[in-house]
């Protein structure tokens, strides 16, 4: 309701020309002609360059929830998975933000954005993992390989593109050949197109 209220009045004020100057410096030109992307109150965005956009909620945080308690677990799994034949190979999933990061613009630091700090909390993650004993990639390393003009993902979308799915089966499979996973596995062949 007071949502709604605020809406309503800000709209009034808009309405009668005041505050209009003040507004439009708060919002940078878009390429796309979009406007107060960053007011949803369900999914906020953050307009990057290029045609490349950002949800501020999920792709410019920096605190990633992996606590010690989800280590172990995860720890747990892998070697229960592991006493019964199987081996869990796990890749986190890094944000858009800190793989396409060279999109963005000064205006992410508004939003309390660090890419430094996003970058060493996922590979904290990845090396508290590993130190535990899962098998994990570094998604985040593993998506800025390639052809830059490639996009591992959409760049109005979260999604990975068809690109970053393959980079990131790369990593999984050159992960699985240092392990020697493959042993006594009979091998195919098969073309991506």
């Known amino acids: 309701m ?5 809406r309503t009045l800000t709209a009034a004020a808009l309405a009668l020309g005041l505050g209009g100057p003040a507004l439009a410096q708060d919002q940078p030109p878009s390429a796309y ?6 007011d949803d109150p369900l999914m906020p965005i953050f307009e990057g360059t290029d045609g ?11 605190y990633h929830p992996f606590s010690d308690t989800t280590v172990e677990l995860l720890g747990q799994l892998s070697d229960v998975l592991r006493e019964n034949g199987t081996t869990l190979v796990f890749l986190p999933v890094p944000t858009k933000s800190q793989v396409m990061q060279e999109y963005m613009t000064d205006r992410a630091e508004l939003y309390g954005f660090d890419h430094g700090i996003a970058t060493a909390v996922y590979a904290d ?5 590993n130190t535990r004993g899962v098998i994990t990639i570094d998604g985040q390393e593993a998506l800025r390989q390639g ?7 959409f760049g109005p979308d979260f999604h990975w593109t068809a690109e970053g799915a393959r980079r990131a089966a790369v990593a999984i499979d050159q992960e699985l050949e240092r392990q020697n996973l493959y042993d006594g596995l009979t091998r195919t062949t098969f073309e991506t197109v």
């Open 2 to 6: 007071a949502y709604r209220l605020i």
């Open 33 to 38: 002609g979009c406007s107060y992307l960053g």
């Open 52 to 62: 490349v956009f950002y949800r501020i909620d999920s792709d410019l945080r920096m």
């Open 125 to 129: 993650i990845v090396d508290r993992l």
């Open 147 to 153: 052809d830059p003009a490639d996009w591992p993902f």
